[in-house]
């Protein structure tokens, strides 16, 4: 579910965000706005997983269902579920 949903919201942005750039006589920039999307996508989860590991208060299955509900939330509202 999650990589569907991101790989749907990275080519969604990079395509309208793109085809508005190529209206404007700015071509090209698809692909490079797609893999700014994905890396920047992957960098905040990086940095919440980190956030989650350093409460120490919370077991490893609370930091991990947290995790997932909340980027499945996020997801949803991105996808329209909400």
């Given at each position: 579910m999650y990589m569907g949903t991101l790989e749907k919201m990275e080519k969604s942005y990079s395509e309208i965000v793109g085809g508005?750039?190529?209206?404007?006589?700015?071509?090209?920039?698809?692909?490079?706005?797609?893999?700014?999307?994905?890396?920047?996508?992957?960098?905040?989860?990086?940095?919440?997983?980190?956030?989650?590991k350093?409460?120490?208060?919370?077991?490893?299955?609370?930091?991990?269902?947290n995790f997932k509900r909340n980027i499945k939330r996020i997801f949803e509202y991105f996808s329209g579920s909400v």
């Open positions: 508005i750039l190529e209206d404007y006589g700015v071509s090209g920039e698809k692909e490079k706005i797609y893999q700014s999307f994905k890396s920047g996508v992957d960098q905040q989860v990086a940095e919440y997983r980190m956030f989650l350093q409460d120490q208060r919370k077991c490893g299955f609370c930091i991990e269902y």
